[in-house]
């Protein structure tokens, strides 16, 4: 394990001794002023990738530019859309698309969205509480993500390196729709 990887283990760690598994606040909330949460386990696994990603140039470092928790906050909810753009567009490549259902958490603020794939279309809500009962789970994080939108980083790179992962009874649909959609 990398320096960089301890210390953020380390100061996870510390957050993790106040975790309530039901509290799924989103540390771009006012109240926390750019803190970080451990929405869900596996959390912790995903921001140890991230800095060891970062560590190797594999994704670009954290910015140090002040920015406001409300225009992050804007990024991600873009990213999240340019998302479900692309699961709308792949879902007629993927087999049982009208029952699959997940949450994704952007690991860090632990922001949260859930997508339904229906006949219709894709359904989307942003800025969740938290994971839908008994659906997969997907983690990420905004860099990950960004750079897997981009076409920077493959899925499948991302998953070997633990930047994605999934959590849940029945990943293969989920995972087979992202693959398609990234």
């Known amino acids: ?3 960089t990887a301890s210390v953020v283990v380390a100061a996870i760690t510390t957050i993790v001794l106040g975790y309530s598994q ?3 606040t ?3 909330e ?3 002023s750019g803190g970080i949460t451990i929405s869900y386990p596996g959390s912790i696994d995903v921001a140890v990738a991230v800095a060891n990603a970062r560590s190797d140039g594999l994704l670009p470092p954290a910015s140090s530019e002040a920015i406001t928790n409300e225009a ?3 990024q991600m909810l873009a990213d999240l859309r340019r998302l479900h753009t692309r699961l709308n567009k792949a879902r007629g490549e993927t087999p049982n698309n009208s029952a699959a259902a997940f949450s994704l958490v952007l690991v860090g603020p632990g922001l949260w969205s859930h997508y339904r794939m229906t ?3 894709v359904l989307a809500n942003y800025h969740t509480d938290g994971p839908l009962n008994g659906k997969v789970v997907v983690l990420t994080h905004a860099t990950a993500l960004r750079a897997m939108l981009a076409g920077s980083l493959s899925i499948e790179r991302a998953t070997e390196l633990g930047l994605i992962a999934y959590s849940g009874a029945d990943t293969a649909p989920i ?4 693959e398609i959609s990234l």
């Open 175 to 178: 995972k087979q729709a992202l």
């Open 72 to 74: 992050r906050l804007q």
């Open 30 to 32: 006012p109240s926390i």
């Open 26 to 28: 989103c540390a771009l």
């Open 22 to 24: 039901h509290a799924y």
């Open 1 to 3: 394990m990398t320096a």
């Open 119 to 121: 006949n219709g279309g």
